[in-house]
């Protein structure tokens, strides 16, 4: 059957300018980082990504290293794009990464021209696309000038392989010497894409959340859920189906400890009184900043989307649950700061 997607799309979702751009995003959107790879078939990936389509999602993010194993992710959305979104390639942002390590040799990762030219040639490929309306340097390489990585993704743009520019888990000083060379060379840096969550403010801490406000760049919250303690489940002891069983999981022991655990607790029962599962609150949280453009969330069910879209019926957080928020997770937050060598994404 040929899909085709709901009328009503646009009825409910809200969009938010990146910046001082002309970009809109939607104040949710979906990345395929863990749960689209090799072990993901068509018709389980096409369910949650024509369901996000249909809600208003317009946003879908992946990079190179997207799986596992690197590029299946870009390879099942590329399938997904040929068979049932073509129609509607226009009213989609998709955007693609690189930085982290892709092939064998010393071009293989971080943020050379080499690399990144390469790796957007790569992912286009993949993905059976012309352009991509978002590409990112996936992470700050301290060996590289940055001019050198700023002009790769200039170049990017002027041979019309990429619409927009972004950053991910640049710091703030980073961040600034970004801008301006981007800015010198013609190109806006229009996006950062920080890890963010109540239990992880590095990017309030380290000012760089003021210095994308003042210079007018656009942000997306990657694991706003802190790779899902914020949804409850561990607390619930939960381990089956979750990054926690993973061999190579990304999840920090760090982030399950009982400290963390507490915090997640406390902020329990203030969802509860919201009218929100965990999850929402979470959301609600990250996007309460008007730097924020989005929220990047990842999910592995139908059900555990709709339970993140659900946040739409109550973004707004008052003054006093926010200091009530501050309170109950002052003992549990996460001290994580984006390295030279890349915070582990």
């Known amino acids: 059957m040929t899909y085709r997607a709901a009328a009503s799309r646009y009825d409910a979702m809200q969009y938010r300018y990146s910046g001082r751009s002309g970009l809109k995003l939607p104040v949710v959107s979906l990345?395929?980082?863990?749960?689209?790879?090799g072990n993901r078939d068509y018709p389980s990936a096409f369910e949650i990504l024509g369901y996000a389509f249909d809600q208003g999602i317009t946003h879908f993010d992946l990079a190179n290293n997207y799986g596992p194993p690197p590029g299946s992710s870009e390879e099942l959305f590329g399938q997904v794009l040929a068979r049932d979104f073509k129609p509607y390639r226009d009213e989609m942002i998709i955007s693609s990464k690189a930085g982290y390590e892709m092939w064998e040799g010393p071009y293989g990762e971080f943020g050379s021209r080499k690399y990144l030219i390469a790796?957007?040639?790569?992912?286009?490929?993949?993905?059976?696309?012309?352009?991509?309306?978002?590409?990112?340097?996936?992470r700050y390489d301290p060996e590289t000038p940055l001019e050198e990585t700023m002009g790769a993704l200039a170049s990017l743009v002027h041979q019309g392989k990429a619409l927009y520019v972004g950053i991910s888990s640049y710091p703030e000083a980073e961040t600034r010497k970004a801008h301006q060379i981007l800015k010198d060379m013609g190109v806006p840096l229009t996006i950062h894409q920080p890890s963010y969550s109540i239990l992880n403010r590095w990017i309030e801490d380290d000012k760089t959340i003021d210095a994308c406000g003042e210079l007018g760049i656009g942000m997306i919250a990657f694991s706003p859920l802190a790779q899902g303690v914020l949804s409850g489940k561990y607390n619930r002891g939960?381990?089956?189906?979750?990054?926690?069983?993973?061999?190579?999981?990304?999840?920090?022991?760090?982030?399950?400890?009982?400290?963390?655990?507490?915090?997640?607790?406390n902020l329990g029962a203030i969802a509860e009184r919201r009218g929100q599962s965990m999850?929402?609150?979470?959301?609600?949280?990250?996007?309460?900043?008007?730097?924020?453009?989005?929220?990047?969330?990842?999910v592995r069910t139908?059900?555990?989307?709709?339970?993140?879209?659900g946040v739409l019926d109550n973004l707004t957080l008052s003054d006093e649950e926010i200091a009530e928020i501050d309170a109950a997770t002052i003992n549990g937050l996460m001290e994580l700061h984006p390295r030279p060598q890349g915070w582990l994404r």
């Open 31 to 37: 990345g395929l980082w863990q749960n689209f790879g």
């Open 119 to 138: 790796s957007c040639d790569q992912s286009l490929k993949r993905m059976g696309l012309d352009y991509v309306d978002i590409f990112y340097s996936h």
């Open 238 to 265: 939960a381990k089956s189906g979750t990054r926690a069983e993973e061999a190579n999981s990304s999840l920090r022991q760090s982030h399950i400890e009982p400290n963390v655990l507490e915090a997640v607790e």
């Open 279 to 298: 999850v929402q609150l979470a959301l609600s949280w990250v996007l309460r900043r008007s730097e924020m453009t989005s929220a990047l969330i990842g």
């Open 302 to 309: 139908l059900e555990q989307l709709k339970d993140n879209l």
